[in-house]
T-cell receptor, first 107, second 114 residues
Framework: QQPVQSPQAVILREGEDAVINCSSSKALYSVHWYRQKHGEAPVFLMI?????EQKGHEKISASFNEKKQQSSLYLTASQLSYSGTYFC????????FGKGTHLIIQP | NAGVMQNPRHLVRRRGQEARLRCSPM?????VYWYRQLPEEGLKFMVYLQKENIIDESGMPKERFSAEFPKEGPSILRIQQVVRGDSAAYFCASSPGGPNTEAFFGQGTRLTVV
């Protein structure tokens, strides 16, 4: 079952914060986050493996609530380079990805 | 350490021909995954392979599509008798351990069926 991401798109000014949510109707054991720029390969951001786990990567961090079957990606003080489409992926073998959240950062 | 290498980057095939897409994983990675992506859509899982074995092919169409990851050489995704609906970007990813380790994607092969 495909995880549901929200919002579908968001436009920010440089320096603003954003939150991208990912939820599943099935039990989650791990959540993977990727960013993809147009015409390029997805780039790995982070994996969250345990319920309640939080991880950070530069100014990008994420949380994972196993009980609620949800994960959120937090982008703080966004930079122009953060623009792209963000995907969450879940699954035991190959990942099932959400439809993505388009993030546009304006100067 | 070179990244995941896919070739060709672009492939044009006429309807009915065969398409062969190659993926060389990162050095030390024995787990390979293939995904398909249509324009403006997410990545759709196709198959997960570990050296010489298909672990999960639940996302592969039952007909015309096959994948292998031999002991030596790259992983191959083969599409026989291509149709227009096969046009898409095909991405390969590799990881050092199983699915709960970070996976690195190749640049993809853009298949166009004319």
């Amino acid at each position: 079952q495909q995880p549901v991401q929200s919002p579908q798109a968001v436009i920010l000014r440089e320096g603003e914060d954003a939150v991208i949510n990912c939820s599943s109707s099935k039990a989650l054991y791990s959540v993977h986050w990727y960013r993809q720029k147009h015409g390029e390969a997805p780039v790995f951001l982070m994996i969250l493996l345990k319920g309640g786990e939080q991880k950070g990567h530069e100014k990008i961090s994420a949380s994972f609530n196993e009980k609620k079957q949800q994960s959120s990606l937090y982008l703080t003080a966004s930079q122009l380079s953060y623009s792209g489409t963000y995907f969450c992926g879940t699954g035991a073998d190959g990942l099932t990805f959400g439809k993505g959240t388009h993030l546009i950062i304006q100067p | 350490n070179a990244g995941v290498m896919q070739n060709p980057r672009h492939l044009v095939r006429r309807r009915g021909q065969e398409a062969r897409l190659r993926c060389s994983p990162m050095k030390g990675h024995s787990h390979v995954y293939w995904y398909r992506q249509l324009p403006e859509e997410g990545l759709k899982f196709m198959v997960y392979l570990q050296k010489e074995n298909i672990i999960d092919e639940s996302g592969m169409p039952k007909e015309r599509f096959s994948a292998e990851f031999p002991k030596e050489g790259p992983s191959i995704l083969r599409i026989q008798q291509v149709v227009r609906g096969d046009s898409a970007a095909y991405f390969c990813a590799s990881s050092p351990g199983g699915p709960n380790t970070e996976a690195f994607f190749g640049q993809g092969t853009r298949l166009t069926v004319v």
